[in-house]
């Protein structure tokens, strides 16, 4: 269980470490974080390192989430959920994303679906899982709260466009936002893979040992 949850982790912190890496290297160094969202990465001359990254997060998820199912530290509707941020994020690699140079796309539509699906079914999947322990669970359930926090502002953008008149990309800073929620959910993860960590087979944190029991003072049977 150790040893999967272990792979999970080396594969979100490798994802983390390409996605950082497109930050400061290449041609995309010069996109606009602010403004341009993630997955515009993807179309640029180094998009496979977009595509690596996000399937290393991918796997490293899968990994994790099977720990803890080994664990027994996921009901049903947890496991559904986090499967679906899985399935979001090779949805995200398999469609690409609008090419606005080019006009939109059916894969541009069903990666933008792929996207909310993933964004929101990773603190959802948290929060359900967070209700049936303490300790590490706590700290999931916070990861999966800031998450769906860092959400907020694109919801607004949207439900706030009919009043505003303002397209809900260009009301807030789409990129900054994304890239803060695209961060909280990394950490959400790495908190789920912790709690695999802390966990006994029967889904329970660990913790100190129990004192052996005196046996000079109990009795024994003969």
């Known amino acids: 269980m150790k040893a999967v949850a272990g792979l999970g982790v080396a594969c979100v912190l490798a994802s983390l470490s390409l996605y950082a890496g497109l930050h400061v290297m290449g041609p995309s160094a010069d996109l606009d974080w602010m403004r341009r969202t993630i997955s515009q990465y993807a179309l640029m001359p180094n998009g496979w390192i977009f595509d690596t990254a996000t399937l290393l997060l991918a796997a490293g998820s899968a990994a994790i989430v099977a720990a803890l199912l080994r664990a027994g530290a996921l009901t049903g509707g947890a496991a559904a959920a986090l499967g679906l941020w899985v399935a979001g994020l090779i949805g995200v690699v398999w469609f690409e994303k609008h090419n606005w140079q080019v006009g939109p796309s059916v894969s541009g539509d069903v990666h933008r679906v792929a996207s909310v699906v993933a964004f929101l079914s990773l603190p959802v999947g948290a929060l359900l899982a967070a209700r049936r322990g ?36 260009q ?39 129990s004192p052996e029991p005196d046996r000079q003072n109990h009795p024994t049977m003969s």
Do not use: K
């Open 134 to 169: 303490g300790g590490p669970a706590r700290w999931v359930a916070a990861g999966g709260v800031v998450s769906l926090l860092c959400f907020m502002p694109i919801l607004w953008a949207v439900l706030a466009e009919p009043w505003t008149g303002v397209r809900w990309w």
């Open 171 to 209: 009301a807030i800073p789409l990129g900054g936002v994304e890239r803060l929620l695209g961060l909280a959910e990394v950490i959400t993860v790495l908190l789920l893979a912790w709690w695999a960590f802390r966990s006994r087979p029967n889904g329970r944190p660990l913790g100190p040992r």
